[in-house]
């Protein structure tokens, strides 16, 4: 940090402790002095005044917005509200801010998200390479199976951080994963990529969501992706037993098919997919939701499988494959993974000792003379 912004930010400090224009009336409403907000307030909120930037001499104020840390900025003519730099509200001063009813995320079945942009390039597959430990040689023009997170994600992350879903979210799984890969991924390439709610189905306090996601290029399909995500609004139970975190950059081994993962490691892979679901790296959030502390990326540990895949059918080509996960991994942890092949078709587990964490299969397609 300069000098200047050190200054900047004492200043805005100095606003933020001077500027109290802005209360909680009743539930829901919010009074900054130009009217009423229709707001889901849980908060009382005290404004500052932003003293540098494009909304200087506009109020800012933090929020709690559908129990999500939200920025609320009135300016001379609207009012907004920003969730992690995007926009997520907007009003016009004269008006009321209206949120829509309270939905679940039932309501939001046959919802499509998208179209996304996402350009594959040869820095963005060298990242994912590294981070998932896979072999920098093989994957020079075209991406690995496993890179099919990255545009699965372009569209799942719209979806399950809405601020209309996030309240569903204090318990959110990752239960089985499915890839159909119809054309390479291919460096240079632009690809659209498509999602949508399917289907919702509600057991108890937990919401089953199927959500689909298409990739093309040029209305040529090249990726289908089928997720399922378990979503509760009601705190998990709590784990057995509660570990401490190990060391940033401890690991097992990473050599053939035996697999580990640091949280450093866990941390470079949710920058590269934009998979950024706290269990990964917050512990106090992982043990909230019933676990015994930061986990593996599920999808992670898909790709460790499609190498194996590849590895154990002598680089044949990866067409398909689906997983299913049982049991989380936790950080440093020594994973290894089974691959029995039978023509085509190969069977893969993950395990740790004799625990089973994750169980799939993959169809691969040997290349011809």
């Known amino acids: ?11 805005t400090r100095d606003a933020l ?37 494009p909304f200087v001499g506009c109020h800012v104020a933090p929020i709690s917005l559908a129990r999500r840390h939200c920025t609320l900025v009135v300016c001379p003519t609207s009012c907004l509200v920003w969730d992690r730099g995007r926009r997520v509200g907007f009003a016009l001063r004269s008006t009321l801010f209206a949120m829509p009813d309270a939905i679940t995320p039932a309501d939001l079945e046959g919802r499509p998200i998208g179209p996304v942009e996402v350009a594959v390039t040869a820095d963005r597959i060298a990242l994912y390479v590294d981070a998932t430990g896979d072999d920098p040689d093989r994957w020079v023009t075209e991406a690995p199976p496993g890179f099919g997170s990255v545009l699965l994600f372009a569209v799942a992350d719209e979806f399950l951080y809405d601020p209309q ?11 089985d994963q499915s890839f159909t890969y119809l054309a390479p991924i291919s460096v240079g390439s632009v690809l659209t990529v498509n999602g949508r709610v399917t289907r919702v189905r509600h057991r108890g306090d937990s919401y089953f969501v ?5 990739a093309s290029e040029r209305e040529s399909v090249v990726m289908r992706s ?8 009601q705190q998990s139970p ?4 509660v570990f401490e975190e190990p060391p940033v950059h401890q690991r097992g081994g990473n050599d053939g098919s035996r697999r580990s993962a640091s949280r450093h490691d866990l941390v470079r892979y949710s920058a590269v997919t934009r998979d950024f679901n706290p269990l990964h790296w917050d512990h106090d959030f992982a043990v909230q939701a ?10 992670l540990m898909y790709a460790w499988m499609t190498q194996e895949a590849t590895r154990a059918t002598g680089g044949a080509e990866v067409t398909a494959a689906k997983i299913r996960f049982k049991n989380p991994l936790r950080p440093a942890q020594q994973a290894a993974i089974s691959a029995d092949t039978d023509g085509g078709n190969v069977k893969l587990v993950l395990t740790v000792g004799d625990v089973q964490l994750v169980t799939g299969t993959a169809t691969v397609a040997f290349p011809t003379e």
Not at 210 to 214: P, R
Request: charged residues 15%.
């Open 165 to 175: 879903i996030v309240p569903f979210t204090r318990t959110l799984l990752h239960l």
């Open 290 to 299: 019933g676990l015994p502390g930061v986990v593996v990326h599920g999808l």
């Open 238 to 241: 709590p784990a057995d037993a």
């Open 17 to 53: 402790d001077h500027f109290p224009v802005a209360r909680v009336v009743e539930t829901g409403v919010l009074e900054v002095g130009i009217g009423q907000l229709q707001l889901p307030c849980d908060s009382t909120t005290v404004f500052g005044q932003i003293v540098d930037g």
């Open 226 to 233: 089928v997720s399922t995500f378990v979503l509760s609004d």
């Open 210 to 214: 199927t959500f689909s996601a298409e």
């Open 1 to 11: 940090m300069t000098a200047a912004d050190g200054k900047r930010t004492e200043r």
